[in-house]
């Protein structure tokens, strides 16, 4: 794990990056060809190790506007054929290797592979590859869905490296980390506490609800906001505090501690394009090859 140090170069590395990245689309896997990958190839050497990767020059230009600017202004990289990404993770770089020559992004149940998919969304970032952040969102949405993951996605360290390498936004892997977070800590106290629960039934006021709501609040203010403020002090990031503790306050007296959203699955509440960085007019229902396969079961049947 990089140090915040080396966090923050990278964060500034993304702000230049991004200022002559544009949005493109990864080509179909269906349409790729021996005319549409072209002949020449490029060495791209990633991370503090220079890891290379070997791919087809033509085909990585037109994955991103960045590596079109490098290979074909004039500079030295397209002179020499490489360029050299020290700042960027080589496991994250193999799964976008991945995504411009198959269109998809392979699977897996490992620590290293859910790091590796945060530090794509990062690189995804980077070089203003909305369409491929969805994707990562949709990836890490449901690979923590399948093995049922809580905490883990919610690591001081996968924050940080989030607040640090992101824009400012209430959006993406910022918005869905809140939103886990929340339903983390509710969920622990509903758990820790079951025993002495009283039910559903003896809540017949909104006014007993919301007593309800405070309580759940408060404990989740004495035992898991410090982990959220000492982040925030980390990251100079007290937005991403603001937030927490507005959507905190919000799910308590609003939604009711027991109704928190488990935002690992897509459902009604929770819809495709929750946690997605598109514009209004893409349907993600509409996009070839979209699944829901990890909506709920009753949520399937309402849509």
């Known amino acids: 794990m990089a140090s915040a140090t080396d966090q923050s170069a990278a964060s500034r590395s993304s702000s230049s990056a991004s200022a002559i990245a544009a949005p493109i689309s990864a080509p179909s896997a269906t349409m790729?060809?021996?005319?549409?990958?072209?002949?020449?190839?490029?060495?791209?050497?990633?991370?503090?190790?220079?890891?290379?990767?070997?791919?087809?020059?033509?085909?990585?230009?037109?994955?991103?506007?960045f590596f079109k600017g490098a290979f074909t202004r004039g500079f030295e990289e397209a002179h020499k054929g490489e360029i050299v990404m020290l700042e960027d993770s080589p496991g994250a770089f193999s799964l976008y290797v991945n995504w411009i020559y198959r269109s998809t992004l392979p699977t897996g149940n490992t620590e290293e592979h859910l790091h590796n998919l945060y530090d794509l969304y990062i690189f995804a970032e980077k070089l203003c590859l909305v369409e491929l952040k969805d994707k990562t969102m949709d990836s890490i949405q449901d690979m923590a869905k399948k093995y049922d993951l809580g905490d883990e996605l919610i690591t001081v360290d996968l924050v940080s490296k989030v607040l640090l390498n992101t824009r400012s936004?209430?959006?993406?892997?910022?918005?869905?980390?809140?939103?886990?977070?929340?339903?983390?800590?509710?969920?622990?106290?509903?758990?820790?506490?079951?025993?002495?629960?009283?039910?559903?039934?003896?809540?017949?006021?909104?006014?007993?609800?919301?007593?309800?709501?405070?309580?759940?609040?408060?404990?989740?203010?004495?035992?898991?906001?410090?982990?959220?403020?000492?982040?925030?002090?980390?990251?100079?990031?007290?937005?991403?505090?603001?937030?927490?503790?507005?959507?905190?306050i919000f799910a308590s007296k609003a939604e009711g501690p027991r109704d928190v959203e488990d935002v690992r699955y897509r459902g009604i509440t929770v819809g495709r394009c929750s946690f997605h960085c598109h514009g209004k007019e893409v349907d993600c229902r509409a996009v070839s090859g979209a699944s829901d396969s990890f909506l709920r079961k009753s949520d399937m049947n309402k849509a």
């Open 169 to 248: 936004k209430w959006e993406g892997l910022r918005r869905f980390l809140i939103r886990h977070m929340l339903f983390v800590y509710t969920s622990r106290y509903l758990d820790d506490n079951e025993e002495d629960l009283p039910s559903e039934n003896e809540y017949d006021s909104e006014s007993s609800e919301y007593e309800f709501g405070d309580v759940v609040t408060t404990y989740v203010m004495r035992r898991d906001v410090k982990k959220v403020y000492e982040i925030a002090i980390n990251c100079n990031d007290f937005r991403f505090l603001d937030m927490f503790i507005k959507r905190l």
């Open 32 to 65: 790729l060809s021996f005319e549409s990958l072209g002949k020449e190839m490029v060495t791209i050497y990633v991370g503090p190790e220079r890891k290379g990767f070997f791919i087809h020059k033509k085909l990585l230009c037109e994955s991103a506007q």
